[in-house]
C-alpha cells in the first residue's frame, strides 16, 4: 500500500461541506469515475457490459441509472461510470475486467470534481448557473451543460440533490460560483 | 440561437463552436493527379450563400458531436440537424 | 388677451397628504406608511406606491432636471420608463447611480436623489446661458463649429463640451452591489401586464400551460392602474389585482414584476432585466441588485402596450407641460397632480378623459384645447373646440399657456400644468428585433407591428393596435388561445369579462403650424428648427436625419418624439411617413447597466482559474504565479535574498542542468486514444508516422492544418496496440481535441478510435537533469527497471511508486537534460511534489517555473508557441523531413504548394550577441549589417529571446530566410519599437548538447 495522502480539489485534507440558506454544498472525494465508450462495432456488447455494470438497462442520452454504482450517458454510444472510491480507486481495470475489448475505458477520477447541492428547492440556485429547464429536470436527467465558462456534468439523481461534476482543477471557481447563487436568496 | 440537437432535443447555441461550410467533410483523395488542385479547392474555396446553408458546429458544451445543421444565412432558420458521423457514413456508404 | 378670471377659479385643494400640497384623494398608495426622502438636500416624503416622480409632483415640485444641451429646466413629461427629461442621480457614494428615470424609480424609506447637469444648482444653472446662445448650437453645431485649428478638439473643445453637456456623473467608485445572470425556461412568455397581457396570461395559465408574465412596473396590471373605467363591474385596477391573485395560485405561472423584456434573439429567445434591489436602500447581503436572465421561450405574445405621443408647439418643454395621459395615471394611480389648475391640449378623445378623470379628482380644469372644431362638449369644463396652443410662458415651470382660438383670436390662460394628448403610438420596438418593419395604420395614424415577427411572437393589445380595453382583452385571449393549443394544450372557452370598447380613431396632429423653438427630442434637444435645418442641408433619410440631429439617441431612444420628427421630416420631403420610412429598434428596450451585463463574471471571477496539483505546495514556497490562459502556473520560485526574478531564473536552470529539477507540467494537454485503429488515425492526425511506433515507446509528432501550416505539437506515447497518450501544448489543448474530434467523425467515421481528454486526470511532473534517475529511482517501486537500458529515450510505461500507487511514467525531454515525467492520479500531485523535495534533498533538487522551463527549452532549440504561431510550415521549422510522403496526413499535399517551398523561405536558427553583454528581444527584425532598415530589406524575425545562464549571454530562435545556409553570418537585429540595435551571429538554435548525449545519458 502507498504512502501518499491525497487533498481534495479544494486543496483540503477533508470533503469540504458549505450550508447557507438551508441548502448544502458538499464535496465528494469519495467517488471514482471512468468513462466507457464502444469500440466501431460492439455498441450492443457495450451497452450490455455497462447494463451489467449498474445492474439496469444503460442510460440513453441526457440520463442517468444505476444505484451504488451508476452510469450517465456522455455521448453516443459513451458513458460515465460512477463507483464508491473505497472499493474502485482502480476503476479502470475493473471495468475493463466486464467489459473485456468491447469498449475503452478511460480513469476519469481526478479529470473532475463532484459537487453535490442539496436542499427544499434547488431550482432557484441552478437558474443561476446554467442554461438547462431546470423545473422540467427530473430525477434521472444527467446532461452535460456549462457554469460560468466551465463544461460540467448536471446529474439529478433526487428531487432535492444535483450533483455538479467540473473540471477538478477549476474546482475553486465553480464553488465560488456555485456558492455566490446559493446565497443569491433568489 | 436555438440547436435541436438530434440526441438531446433543443440547446442553446452558446454551448457549440462553429467551424464552416459542411463540405469540409469532403477531404479529397491525396493520390488523385489532382490532388494539389483539389485540396486548394477544399481548403479555399467555399460559397457564400443568402439562404440556407449546410455547416458544421461542434458541440462543445455538450456530447462532443459534431453536428452538420443546415441554417438560413438571413433569417437563422434552422430546417435540419444531423449527427456528422452519419452523414459521414452515408457518403462513404456504396451507393 | 390674458384671462383675469383665471385666479379666482383656482379650487384649492385639500391636501390629502400633510406636507403633500398636491396630493389628492384615492390612489394604489400605502398612505398608513409615509417614506421621508431628499431631493437635492431638500427634505420631502411620499408614501409606498409613489415613484420619485409622483412623490415630487405630491410636494409640489415640477422641476426635476436640466436638458442636455440647452440647460433648459425640465419635469417629467410621463410617468413611465419612456421618460426623457426627469433624469436624476440616484443615491450617493459608490451607489450613485446617474441617469435614473424619476418616473420609474420606485420610492423607498430615505431616498436620496440629486439633480444632474447643473450649475451650481437646479434652480440657477450658469450653463443655461447656452440657451441664449442656442442660434449657434444648432444640429450638427460641433461638426460645423469646431473644425479649426484641428489640434483644438481634443484638447479644449471636446472636454468643454463634454463638461457643459451631459447626463449624470459615474461615481468613479466599485460597485459595491452584486449582479447576477441566469436562465429561465417557458412556454409561454407574455410580455406586458396591461389589459391584454393579463387575460392571455389568465387564459393560458388556466389551461395549464407553462407561463411567464413580465413587466417593467413594480406593480403589475399595466394601464388598468391608471385608468377608472371597469371591467366586468368592478374597476379595472381591482380586476387587475383579483386577476393576479388568481396567476399566483396557479403553480404553473410565475409572475415577474420590476422585470424588463430588453431584446428577443433568435429562436425564441428574450434578455430580460429584473429589479430586485433597485427598490430598497440596497439589496440584502449576497442578493443580486438586478439578474439578467436568459429567457428561452416556445411562444411569445408581446403586449407591451402603448406610447402616448405629445403634441409639438413653441416652448412645448417646460416643466408642468406632459402627456395628458402621464396626467391621468399620476392622478388616478399616484393620487397627485402636477398642479392645481391644468389645461388639456388634444386631438382627440383620449384627451377628454384625462380632463374627466382629473376633474372627478378635484383638479381644477381650466379649458380642454381640442384642434378639432368638432370637439365633444363637456359640461364641467370649458372646451376650446378648433384651438391650439401656441406658446407657453414660465422660467422655472409653466404659468401661462397662450391659445390660438378657432376664430383667430388669442388667449392667455394661467395653469400649472398642461396634459398633451396626441394619440397612441404602439409600443413595437420588440417586433423589430429581428428585422421586423412596422407597418403604418392609417385608421390610428401609427406605426403597428408589420413583416415578419420574431417567431413565435403574436402581438396583441394596444402593441397590435387595438387601442380599446374590449379589443386588449379580446386579442390578450385569443393570442393565449392560439399559443396553447400549438403547446398542446386547451382553453376553455372564457367568456371576456365586460369592457368598454370606444372606437379608436385618431386623427394625425404633429405639430403647431410656425412652431420653431418646438420640443421634439426633450431629452437630447432637438426642435422642429433642427429638423428643418437637417432637411435644408440634405440629411434628409430617416436614418441620416437621426445622426444629424441626434434626433431619437438619448436614453430614452426617441419613444416620446420620434414619430413627430418623422412626421415633420414627411412633410418637408413632400412624402408621406410610411414612405419616409422608421428607424430601426435596436435591443435594449430600455438602458441596462454594464453591471448587469457583467454579472458576477468580473474581477477575480471574470474567468475560471485553473489550478495545478502542486499549487498549493508552490504557494507554501512562495512562488510567484503567471496566468497562462486559464491556469495559475508557477514562473519561478524566488529564494531569500534573491531580488530580482532574473536571479531566481538563473539559478533555477543552473541547478537543473547541474543536478535535477522538478517542473509542474500538468497543463499540457492530454488525449487519451484508443481503439484498433488508433495508429491509423494518429498516422492521419501527425505529419509523421506513428503507425511503426512500438509500445512502451514514445514519439515526438507534428501536427498540421489542412492548409500546411503547422497547428500544434506534443508527443503520443503507445501504452498497448490499442492505446496511445496524446500531449498538446498547454494553450492548444482544446483546439486540437476539437480537431481530432472533428477528423473522428467527419472525415473517417469507419475508424475504430475512442477519444477523450484526461488533462486534469493526472498530476504530471517533469524531473530534469542528469540526478533526474537517481531521484526517480527512490520513488519508482523497485520491480520497476528504470535503468537506461531497461527504459530508454523515448521509453514510456505504466509503473507504481511509493508502494504501490498507479502512475504513468514518460521518458522525454523538454530540457535537453536526461529528464522523466511521472504522471500519477491528481488527487495524489501534491503528496508526490512534497515526497519528490523531499527524496531529491540529497541532490539539491530544484524546483523550477516556466521562467527556467523557457530558458531551458530556447537552450535546447525547441519550438514552442511563439515559433508555432500560425504562420510557421514544418519546413519554416526545420523539421520538413518529418512530412510523410509516404502516407496521407492532413496538411500533407498543401505543404508542398510552391509558395510553401521557396527557395529563401525562412528557416529556425539560433543567434547570439557578438556582443555578450549586449540584449536581443523577441519581435526584433534582421537586416543586413548595414544598409537600409525597412520591410523591403527585412530577411527575418526572433521569436524566443531569453539570458542563457549557460551561455552566459542573452541568446534567441529566429525565423531567417535561407537561415540553414548563414550559419555564422553576421546580422543586424533591429527593434524600432524599443530603439535596439545589435549585431548578432546566427547559430544553431541548439544551443545545449546538440548531439543529444545527455538526452541518453
Request: hydrophobic share 40%; glycine share 10%; charged share 20%.
Amino acid at each position: 500500500m502507498h504512502d501518499l495522502t491525497p487533498i481534495t480539489a479544494l486543496g483540503g485534507s477533508a470533503a469540504r461541506s458549505d450550508t447557507i440558506a438551508g441548502l448544502t454544498l458538499t464535496e465528494r472525494p469519495d467517488v471514482a469515475l471512468a468513462s466507457v465508450a464502444a469500440r466501431l462495432g460492439q455498441e450492443t456488447a457495450t451497452r450490455a457490459a455497462v447494463g451489467t455494470l449498474i445492474g439496469t438497462e444503460a442510460p440513453g442520452p441526457g440520463h442517468l441509472a444505476g444505484g451504488e454504482v451508476r452510469a450517465f450517458w456522455i455521448g453516443p454510444d459513451q458513458w460515465m461510470i460512477e463507483a464508491p472510491f473505497a472499493t474502485h480507486e482502480n476503476i479502470a481495470t475493473i471495468l475493463r475486467a466486464v467489459t473485456g475489448p468491447a469498449a475503452s475505458v478511460t480513469e476519469q477520477t481526478d479529470a473532475w470534481t463532484r459537487f453535490d447541492l442539496s436542499g427544499e428547492d434547488l431550482v432557484p440556485v441552478l437558474e443561476l448557473l446554467s442554461n438547462l429547464d431546470h423545473r422540467r429536470m427530473a430525477s434521472g436527467h444527467a446532461t452535460r451543460t456549462t457554469i460560468h465558462h466551465l463544461g460540467c456534468y448536471l446529474v439529478r439523481s433526487a428531487a432535492n440533490t444535483a450533483s455538479i461534476y467540473g473540471p477538478r482543477a477549476s474546482a475553486g471557481s465553480l464553488h465560488h460560483a456555485i456558492l455566490g447563487a446559493m446565497g443569491a436568496g433568489l | 440561437m436555438i440547436i435541436d440537437h438530434p440526441l438531446f432535443g433543443p440547446r442553446d447555441a452558446s454551448e457549440f463552436v462553429y467551424l464552416g461550410d459542411a463540405s469540409l467533410m469532403d477531404r479529397p483523395d491525396w493520390k488523385s493527379e489532382t490532388a494539389a488542385q483539389d485540396f486548394h479547392a477544399y481548403a479555399y474555396l467555399r460559397d457564400n450563400p443568402a439562404g440556407p446553408h449546410r455547416e458544421l458546429w461542434f458541440h462543445e458544451g455538450g456530447d462532443r458531436s459534431w453536428l452538420v445543421i443546415t441554417r438560413d444565412t438571413v433569417t437563422h432558420e434552422i430546417t435540419r440537424v444531423e449527427l456528422a458521423r452519419d452523414v459521414a457514413r452515408k457518403q462513404r456508404a456504396p451507393q | 388677451m390674458k384671462d383675469t378670471s383665471a385666479e379666482g377659479d383656482v379650487r384649492q385643494i385639500e391636501p390629502a397628504s400633510p406636507g403633500q400640497p398636491n396630493r389628492l384623494p384615492g390612489g394604489r398608495l400605502d398612505r398608513a406608511t409615509t417614506l421621508p426622502f431628499t431631493f437635492d438636500g431638500k427634505a420631502y416624503s411620499g408614501h409606498p406606491g409613489d415613484t420619485l416622480a409622483s412623490a415630487l409632483l405630491a410636494n409640489g415640485v415640477r422641476l426635476m432636471g436640466r436638458s442636455f444641451k440647452y440647460h433648459r429646466p425640465r419635469g417629467p413629461l410621463t410617468a413611465g420608463s419612456e421618460e426623457p427629461n426627469a433624469l436624476v442621480e440616484l443615491r450617493s457614494g459608490a451607489r450613485r447611480e446617474p441617469n435614473t428615470r424619476a418616473t420609474t424609480a420606485e420610492l423607498y424609506h430615505g431616498l436620496v436623489a440629486t439633480s444632474q447637469n447643473r450649475w451650481p444648482s437646479l434652480r440657477f444653472d450658469a450653463m443655461a446661458i447656452n440657451d441664449r446662445l442656442s442660434p449657434f448650437l444648432t444640429a450638427g453645431f460641433y461638426y460645423k463649429t469646431f473644425m479649426w485649428p484641428a489640434s483644438f478638439w481634443e484638447k479644449l473643445y471636446e472636454p468643454i463640451i463634454r463638461r457643459a453637456a451631459g447626463l449624470g456623473a459615474l461615481s468613479m467608485k466599485p460597485d459595491p452591489d452584486e449582479y447576477d445572470k441566469g436562465f429561465k425556461h417557458c412556454d409561454l412568455l407574455v410580455i406586458g401586464s396591461g389589459p391584454a397581457g393579463m387575460m392571455a396570461a389568465l387564459t393560458a395559465g388556466r389551461s395549464g400551460a407553462d407561463v411567464i408574465l413580465a413587466d417593467e412596473d413594480f406593480e403589475m396590471g399595466g394601464r388598468l392602474l391608471s385608468e377608472t373605467f371597469s371591467i366586468a363591474d368592478q374597476s379595472g385596477a381591482d380586476w387587475a389585482a383579483q386577476t393576479v391573485a388568481e396567476l399566483s395560485s396557479l403553480p404553473n405561472v410565475r409572475l415577474m414584476p420590476r422585470t424588463t423584456i430588453i431584446g428577443a434573439f433568435d429562436h425564441g429567445i428574450y434578455g430580460a432585466v429584473e429589479r430586485l434591489g433597485d427598490h430598497l436602500a440596497q439589496p440584502a447581503q449576497g442578493t443580486p441588485r438586478q439578474v439578467l436572465w436568459r429567457l428561452t421561450t416556445k411562444r411569445t405574445i408581446l403586449a407591451a402596450g402603448a406610447t402616448e405621443r405629445p403634441i409639438v408647439f413653441n416652448n412645448n418643454d417646460r416643466p408642468g407641460i406632459m402627456g395628458a395621459a402621464a396626467l391621468r395615471t399620476y392622478a388616478n394611480r399616484f393620487a397627485v397632480t402636477a398642479a392645481p389648475r391644468v389645461a388639456i391640449f388634444t386631438c382627440n378623445d383620449d384627451g377628454h378623459r384625462s380632463a374627466a378623470d382629473l376633474h372627478a379628482k378635484g383638479v381644477k380644469i381650466a379649458a380642454v384645447i381640442d384642434t378639432r372644431p368638432d370637439a365633444p362638449r363637456a359640461t364641467d369644463y370649458e372646451v376650446l373646440a378648433g384651438a391650439k396652443v401656441t406658446d407657453t410662458r414660465g422660467r422655472l415651470g409653466l404659468t401661462f399657456a397662450e391659445i390660438a382660438l378657432a376664430d383667430g383670436a388669442a388667449r392667455t390662460i394661467e395653469v400649472g400644468a398642461l396634459g398633451m394628448a396626441g394619440g397612441w403610438n404602439p409600443n413595437v420596438h420588440l417586433t423589430c428585433h429581428q428585422r421586423g418593419r412596422p407597418v403604418w395604420d392609417d385608421a390610428i395614424a401609427a406605426f403597428v407591428p408589420g413583416g415578419t415577427l420574431p417567431p413565435g411572437m403574436v402581438v396583441a393589445g394596444a402593441a397590435a393596435g387595438a387601442l380599446s380595453t374590449h379589443g386588449a382583452l379580446s386579442q390578450g385571449a385569443e393570442a393565449a388561445s392560439a399559443a396553447v393549443s400549438e403547446l398542446g394544450n386547451r382553453t376553455d372557452p372564457d367568456n371576456l369579462p365586460e369592457a368598454e370598447d370606444a372606437p379608436v380613431a385618431q386623427t394625425p396632429f404633429w405639430y403647431v403650424t410656425g412652431a420653431d423653438r418646438a420640443w421634439l427630442d426633450q431629452q437630447n434637444d432637438v426642435t422642429v428648427k433642427d429638423v428643418k435645418l437637417s432637411h435644408r442641408e440634405g440629411f434628409r433619410a430617416v436614418e441620416h436625419l437621426k445622426r444629424y440631429t441626434t434626433l431619437g439617441m438619448a436614453t430614452d431612444q426617441g419613444k416620446t418624439s420620434n414619430m413627430a420628427g418623422l412626421a415633420i421630416m414627411a412633410e418637408l420631403a413632400g412624402k408621406t411617413i410610411p414612405g419616409l420610412g422608421t428607424t430601426m429598434f435596436r435591443p435594449p428596450y430600455t438602458p441596462v447597466p454594464i453591471a448587469t451585463f457583467a454579472g458576477r463574471i468580473k474581477g477575480r471571477a471574470f474567468h475560471p482559474t485553473r489550478l495545478t496539483p502542486s499549487h498549493y505546495w508552490a504557494k507554501e514556497q512562495g512562488a510567484v504565479f503567471v496566468e497562462v490562459g486559464n491556469w495559475l502556473r508557477a514562473q519561478w520560485f524566488p529564494e531569500p535574498g534573491e531580488t530580482h526574478w532574473r536571479q531566481s531564473v538563473d539559478r533555477e536552470v543552473a541547478a537543473t542542468r547541474a543536478s535535477v529539477g522538478i517542473c509542474d507540467c500538468t497543463t499540457l494537454g492530454k488525449i487519451d486514444v484508443q481503439g484498433t485503429d488508433a495508429a491509423v488515425f494518429l498516422n492521419l492526425i501527425y505529419a509523421n508516422g506513428f503507425a511503426k511506433l512500438p509500445v512502451g515507446r514514445v514519439r515526438y509528432g507534428l501536427m498540421l492544418r489542412e492548409d500546411g501550416i503547422a497547428l500544434d505539437d506534443g508527443t503520443a506515447a503507445r501504452l498497448a496496440e490499442d492505446h496511445f497518450i496524446v500531449t498538446t501544448t498547454t494553450a492548444n489543448a482544446g483546439k486540437v481535441y476539437q480537431h481530432m474530434e472533428f477528423v473522428r467523425q467527419c472525415l473517417v467515421p469507419d475508424l475504430d478510435v475512442q477519444l477523450i481528454s484526461t488533462t486534469e486526470a493526472w498530476a504530471q511532473y517533469a524531473v530534469a537533469g542528469p540526478n533526474s534517475r537517481a531521484l526517480l529511482r527512490k520513488v519508482v517501486d523497485p520491480a520497476f527497471d528504470i535503468s537506461n537500458e531497461g527504459f530508454p529515450f523515448m521509453a514510456c510505461g505504466e509503473v507504481t511508486i511509493c508502494g504501490g500507487l498507479r502512475a504513468r511514467l514518460f521518458r522525454i525531454s523538454f530540457s535537453g537534460e536526461l529528464a522523466y515525467e511521472l504522471a500519477v492520479p491528481a488527487r495524489y500531485g501534491d503528496a508526490l511534489m512534497r515526497r519528490l523535495m523531499a527524496a531529491g534533498q540529497d541532490f539539491d533538487v530544484t524546483p523550477y517555473g516556466t521562467e527556467a522551463l523557457g530558458v531551458m527549452r530556447i537552450e535546447k532549440g525547441h519550438v514552442a508557441g511563439n515559433e508555432l504561431n500560425g504562420t510557421t510550415t514544418a519546413a519554416n521549422l526545420g523539421l520538413g523531413r518529418m512530412v510523410s510522403k509516404k502516407k496521407d496526413c492532413i496538411g500533407s499535399i498543401l505543404s508542398e504548394r510552391d509558395g510553401l517551398n521557396a527557395p529563401d523561405d525562412l528557416r529556425l536558427v539560433g543567434l547570439k550577441p557578438v556582443d555578450p553583454s549586449a540584449k536581443i528581444t523577441a519581435g526584433g527584425h534582421l537586416m543586413a549589417t548595414d544598409g537600409p532598415v525597412d520591410a523591403a530589406h527585412d530577411q527575418g524575425y526572433v521569436t524566443s529571446a531569453a539570458f542563457s545562464p549557460t551561455m552566459g549571454s542573452m541568446i534567441g530562435l529566429a525565423f531567417l530566410r535561407r537561415g540553414a545556409d548563414r550559419l555564422g553570418e553576421r546580422l543586424r537585429l533591429v527593434s524600432p519599437l524599443t530603439d535596439l540595435t545589435v549585431e548578432v551571429e546566427i547559430c544553431s538554435a541548439h544551443f545545449v548538447d546538440p548531439e543529444g548525449v545527455r538526452l541518453r545519458a
